[in-house]
Structures are given as structure tokens and as C-alpha cells.
């Protein structure tokens, strides 16, 4: 992957850094759409309330995020520690944009929460909040990356 700041083929450094931080949201957001599906249907299917099922939807997110980071660090023989402090560096920022967006919007869409989970309308709802927590994190990893910053941390440990 093309680092912040370097030309390739061509391409202005500019569109480098558009498709790192790109790259680096849909990164995040994966992550934070396993935890965040995982911690609604686990809460919903107990019938907890919508306190208590996002904040386990959250919990699980932010896991889920950090290991997708921290994962391939561990497999090449980072200590836990080490993985952890990079997914941290890289993720936290991201995740935490993406969290508060995306549950915001269940809470504010009405009927989401509320939904059965089998329903089209809670899976029109999370898609909506979660493309919605994408687009808002993404210029924030942008600006965090071109500071060397959030995403950049976990990639200057690739080499």
C-alpha cells in the first residue's frame, strides 16, 4: 500500500493519501460492523434494553476494530503489548468517530432499535448508520495519516 506523502506511477501524493485514508476507514469500519452487528443482535435476542445493547454493540466494536489491527502483528511476533499500543494508535480515533455516529443514528432512526433483527428495516437502518460513521470518520483518518498519525502508525510497522 502507498504511503501518505510518496508519488506513485505518476499519482500525486494527494491521491495517495485520499486512498491510504480511504483504505484505512473501510479498515476500521469493518471492524467496528462485526462488533457493532455482533453486540445488537446478541442484546436485542436477550431482550436487553437499548442501553445495555449499545453498550455491548459498542464494547464489541471497539474489540473487533482493534483486532483486525492487532492480529496480523501478533502473527508476525509482536508481543501483545506492542500490538495492542499500534491497533490502539491506529484504530482509536476512527472507531470512536464511527461508534458515536452510527449509534446516534440507530437511536435517532425511528423504529431501529426496535426493529426485530430478521427485519429489512433494522438492516436498511444499520447500513444507513454505518455508511454515515464511515463518511464521517474518513476525513478525520485522512488528517491523522498526513500527521503520520492513526493509520500511519500501524503502517510504519509493516517494513
Given at each position: 500500500m502507498e504511503h501518505a506523502?510518496?508519488?506513485?506511477?505518476?499519482?500525486p501524493a494527494r491521491e495517495s493519501l485520499n486512498r491510504t485514508a480511504w483504505v484505512a476507514t473501510l479498515h476500521?469500519?469493518?471492524?467496528?460492523?462485526?462488533?457493532?452487528?455482533?453486540?445488537?443482535?446478541?442484546?436485542?435476542?436477550?431482550?436487553?434494553?437499548n442501553g445495555a445493547t449499545v453498550a455491548l454493540a459498542v464494547v464489541l466494536a471497539f474489540l473487533s476494530g482493534f483486532a483486525m489491527t492487532a492480529v496480523p502483528f501478533l502473527r508476525r511476533g509482536y508481543a501483545w503489548r506492542?500490538?495492542?499500543?499500534i491497533a490502539?494508535?491506529?484504530?482509536?480515533a476512527s472507531i470512536t468517530?464511527?461508534?458515536?455516529?452510527?449509534?446516534?443514528?440507530?437511536?435517532?432512526?425511528p423504529g431501529a432499535m426496535d426493529a426485530p433483527i430478521a427485519s429489512l428495516h433494522f438492516w436498511r437502518s444499520?447500513?444507513?448508520?454505518?455508511?454515515?460513521a464511515g463518511l464521517a470518520a474518513y476525513p478525520v483518518n485522512r488528517w491523522l495519516i498526513a500527521r503520520g498519525q492513526g493509520h500511519a502508525v500501524a503502517h510504519s510497522h509493516h517494513h
Open positions: 506523502g510518496q508519488h506513485s506511477h505518476g499519482h476500521c469500519l469493518t471492524g467496528c460492523a462485526i462488533g457493532e452487528v455482533a453486540g445488537l443482535v446478541i442484546g436485542t435476542a436477550l431482550g436487553w434494553g506492542s500490538a495492542l499500543r490502539l494508535a491506529a484504530d482509536a468517530i464511527m461508534e458515536l455516529v452510527d449509534n446516534a443514528l440507530m437511536l435517532v432512526i444499520m447500513a444507513l448508520a454505518l455508511a454515515v
